[in-house]
């Protein structure tokens, strides 16, 4: 009968020596927490906006912190109860799954008042603590598990991370065959798959039915409880672009297509219009505006991106009241390229326009494979068929880079247009075609005589996205032609609208200059830079004091709500007049020249004038002290920091604590560092209910316990940081940040993996081998800070698969090392005896986990990405000597005194 029982029933000396089923086991549960923190992270960026979704990385970790300091405190209860204590962890992560994610939709955020709103502030808490609780459950049975399986920790931790990572090709792999408002059966199937196979390897038969059943109902219950209870898959924010599509009252989709790229949909409805930039004149110089020129193309929800349909001949002079045909005013059939095709918009602009040929890049295969479908080449005509036009599959960034050809045109026309029109929603989106290296790319892709044209969303007052954009255009043109800069520019905006910068390669002859002032004459927009533009500095002060006093005055005096006579711009006597005579005649918008009032002058808004201001700045001198000056921070970007995003300068920050509501297109930046301060608090709160709980096994048991604790803190925020900064880096090469997360996750984790099954070799010379093995960590982090920028580059002018291949094996080298030290370290207080400890430094490891994840967006948008891995490098170097208090006997060893 004691045979019969010991098969029946899980012992405690099982876990001492776990089989190949339990490893397998702990595989697929580790798999399924996290494939569920992308799955989850999906629901976010559908439901609400992605930025939210890279939180969820912190509730992961806080999870695991939660269940180590409740394991700790309770430890002998756990040691006794384990078995009762981890199958119920178990079984509750599927049906707490289900319920946090179906009661999550009952609560939905509206993130773009969540700085002015509290109501909205608890419904986003109501949403995490919600999504914590399956976590906290996985944590609590993994904790468990490493608890009783102290002995053999490197193997169980080895399929711990190795689980987790081949889980993370899974989910990816699923987004092709689930839309995103069933993605989470990936995690539950996992999950029952783990839990089936975990009680199975105990004989525990009853635990094996128990756990298909509970199984079976959580996944029909996902599948089934919203249609029965009249609750939405996901709960879609009102102000979601396809929130808006959907409630016309035509409104119908005609495509949708799901894939690691994103959820694609397209809709169609005569309430649609899309006219990004249109001129206000076109209402006055068409006959009639042609109707029902679009249908939107929406990612995750968020857009629409204008897909035109295919305009009657009579119809196609509407391109000519678009911002995008600028470059075509002065170049004549040209040969031209589009940095990102999108919608198509830039693509008919350019081959209405008379190009020659047209070359178009487009990262995103799902795109691509959109306008091949019927349905969509019906609407457009079949324009990828169009024998003018080539293809390239990848970045039109890296293609310009790498490239022999030379263009006369280059177009970067609202590329990314729905996050750069609301770049606060997109806090931490990286923009690797703005920076500055990309535009001299595009600078050196250019003929002689080639213009590189960009369009940008001008709908921020103060502005800020544009002033980025100046900046970054004119230091690529300093360090391009640093003798010509300021004749090579010509640059207009339109207020709350868009702005147009041209770059020309060798310079604006005055002929050109000339057609180009009459162009944007003829179309009402605002003359912002041109070679030889008049400019009298003598307002500008006035002007900047005004905008800092607008954000962080007493709101009595501030003195922009009018326009006022445009001090920094006097009358130009060669100002164009009713005579106007373009030298583009065939364009019939150049007809409609306006009488310039002689030489009246006008009237310009502080924002035009502060555009004025920043362009002679940038291209003579006192730009450092502009933008010094100016409210917010409008630094160029760069491949180490390309975020159209973290305005509000860091030293301005407790100065927007009472005035949080004029910086709603700001509270993607605010919330990453509300989110640091609770990380902080909660894993500050998390290190010390130990102490203040088990203080006097804390205190009187262990040596090198404050040693210990900095080894596994630095370990935690060393490692996260990484794994984070990574993804962004990465998704240069891989063109989309979910591929990258799940690449990354999956290629850190399996190769960490195998360097804790490795480790089990360096145990018995851990003191003098694992110094090594971090300091090596470190000088690889270094070495990839400042050379992974070219190398990813040049991986992403390769097929994709072998993109997704070669960026799995780059990541092999530091993920392999960095498996190590957790293992050994954890090794060694098993073999030491220092129990509590043990459980201890897991949750440290997890709580400094947390705030790693919640500032790597900080670090990055305040210093780079390359910074991100040079703190995680000083984090690896500080673990150094940490690590010789771990290795410190748990008592001091008895003195013998000897007489003589």
């Given amino acids: 009968m004691a045979a019969v029982a010991s098969i029946s029933r899980p012992s405690i000396a099982s876990l001492e020596a776990p089989r190949l089923a339990h490893y397998f086991a702990i595989g697929l549960i580790a798999g399924a927490i996290i494939t569920l923190q992308i799955s989850v992270m999906r629901v976010f960026a559908v439901g609400s906006w992605s930025h939210f979704g890279s939180l969820v990385v912190s509730l992961a970790m806080l999870g695991f912190s939660l269940s180590s300091v409740v394991i700790f405190a309770g430890k002998d209860w756990f040691d006794r109860h384990w078995q ?59 904790g468990i598990v490493f608890l009783k399986s102290r002995t053999a920790f490197g193997r169980v931790y080895f399929a711990d991370l190795t689980g987790s990572g081949l889980a993370g090709v899974v989910v990816l792999v699923s987004m092709y065959l689930f839309a995103p408002e069933t993605i989470i059966v990936v995690p539950l199937l996992l999950w029952a798959a783990g839990s089936l196979l975990w009680f199975f390897a105990f004989g525990a038969w009853k635990s094996v039915v128990a756990g298909a059943v509970v199984a079976a109902l959580s996944i029909a219950g996902y599948l089934m409880l919203p249609g029965l209870l009249g609750i939405p898959d996901i709960a879609v924010s009102q102000y979601k672009g396809v929130a808006y599509a959907r409630n016309f009252p035509d409104g119908k989709r005609i495509y949708r297509s799901v894939s690691p790229f994103g959820d694609l949909q397209v809709y169609a409805s005569s309430y649609m219009h899309f006219a990004p930039g249109l001129s206000d004149n076109a209402a006055f110089g068409m006959p009639e505006v042609p109707a029902n020129t679009y249908v939107g193309m929406y990612r995750d929800g968020d857009g629409p991106e204008g897909i035109m349909r295919n305009l009657a001949p009579a119809e196609q002079v509407y391109f000519r009241y678009l911002p995008m045909h600028y470059p075509y005013v002065i170049k004549q ?18 081959l209405n326009a008379g190009s020659t040929s047209v070359t178009v890049a487009e990262s995103n295969p799902m795109t691509l494979r959109a306008f091949r479908d019927p349905v969509l080449k019906d609407v457009t005509g079949d324009i990828l068929a169009e024998p003018r036009l080539k293809v390239i599959d990848y970045d039109g960034r890296l293609f310009l880079a790498n490239t022999s050809e030379r263009y006369d045109v280059i177009d970067l026309s ?175 918008t150049l007809d409609a020249c306006a009488d310039a009032g002689g030489n009246a002058v006008p009237d310009v808004l502080p924002a035009t004038a502060q555009q004025r201001m920043t362009w002679h700045a940038l291209l003579t001198s006192g730009w450092a002290k502009l933008a010094s000056d100016y409210v917010f921070d409008v630094r160029p970007l760069s491949n180490d920091q390309p975020y159209f995003a973290a305005y509000v300068k860091v030293a301005d920050l407790p100065l927007t604590l009472d005035r949080l509501d ?4 700001d509270w993607g930046y605010l919330l990453i560092w509300a ?51 990574l993804i962004s880096r990465f998704t240069v090469a891989l063109a989309n940040p979910t591929v990258s997360a799940s690449v990354l996750i999956s290629s850190m984790l399996v190769f960490s993996g195998l360097g804790s099954l490795f480790a089990a070799r360096i ?13 090596a960590i470190c000088v690889l982090l270094l070495a990839y800070g400042f050379t992974l920028s070219p190398v990813l580059d040049w991986i992403g002018a390769y097929p994709y698969a072998a993109r997704l291949l070669l960026c799995f094996l780059l990541v092999s080298p530091p993920a392999f090392l960095m498996g190590m030290p957790m293992a050994t370290a954890m090794t060694w207080l098993a073999r030491l005896g220092k129990e509590h400890l043990f459980v201890w430094a897991w949750g440290i490891n997890g709580c400094f986990s947390v705030i790693g994840s919640a500032a790597v967006p900080i670090v990055a948008t305040s210093f780079g990405l390359s910074a991100v891995l040079q703190w995680a490098a000083i984090a690896y170097l500080i673990a150094i000597p940490a690590f010789f208090a771990v290795l410190l006997p748990s008592k001091a060893p008895a003195i013998r005194l000897v007489t003589a």
């Fill in 763 to 775: 145990f018995d010379r851990a003191s003098t081998l694992l110094p090594v093995v971090l300091l």
């Fill in 84 to 142: 009762g204590a981890a199958t119920g962890a178990l079984l509750l992560v599927g049906p707490l799954a289900v319920a946090s994610n179906l009661a999550a939709q009952t609560v939905p955020f509206n993130a773009i008042f969540l700085v002015s709103d509290p109501e909205q502030k608890w419904r986003l808490l109501a949403n995490f603590l919600l999504y914590l609780l399956p976590f906290l459950a996985g944590a609590f049975f993994l």
């Fill in 333 to 350: 059939k040209p040969k031209t390229f589009v940095v990102q095709f999108g919608g198509g918009i830039s693509t008919q602009a350019a």
């Fill in 675 to 725: 989110t640091l301060g609770i990380a902080c608090i909660t894993a500050a709160s998390l290190v010390l209910l130990p102490v203040i709980f088990g203080w006097r096994i804390v205190f009187s048991r262990s040596r090198g316990k404050l040693g210990t604790i900095l080894y596994f803190a630095c370990l935690g925020l060393g490692y996260i940081m990484v794994e984070v900064g």
């Fill in 662 to 665: 004029l910086f709603q297109d």
């Fill in 414 to 588: 609202l590329a990314d247009s729905v996050g750069l029109s609301n770049p606060g929603g997109f806090a931490i989106s990286e923009k690797y075609a703005y920076t500055h290296e990309a535009m001299r790319s595009y600078m050196h892709a250019l003929a002689d005589g080639g213009v590189l044209s960009v369009t940008l969303w001008n709908k921020e007052e103060p502005p800020k996205s544009v002033l980025k954009l100046y900046s970054t255009v004119a230091e690529a043109a300093r360090t391009f032609d640093p003798q010509g800069a300021a004749n090579d520019i010509f640059a207009v905006s339109s207020y709350l609208s868009t702005t147009t910068v041209l770059f020309k390669r060798g310079g604006f002859s005055a002929a050109e200059i000339k057609t180009l002032r009459d162009y944007t004459k003829s179309m009402s927009w605002e003359e912002v830079y041109y070679p030889g533009m008049p400019y009298d500095g003598s307002t500008a002060q006035k002007i900047l004091d005004d905008y800092r006093a607008s954000i962080f005055g007493s709101g009595q005096d501030a003195t922009l709500t009018q326009p006022a006579a445009d001090a920094t711009a006097p009358a130009d006597p060669t100002a164009p007049n009713a005579a106007c005579d373009p030298t583009t005649p065939a364009d019939p």
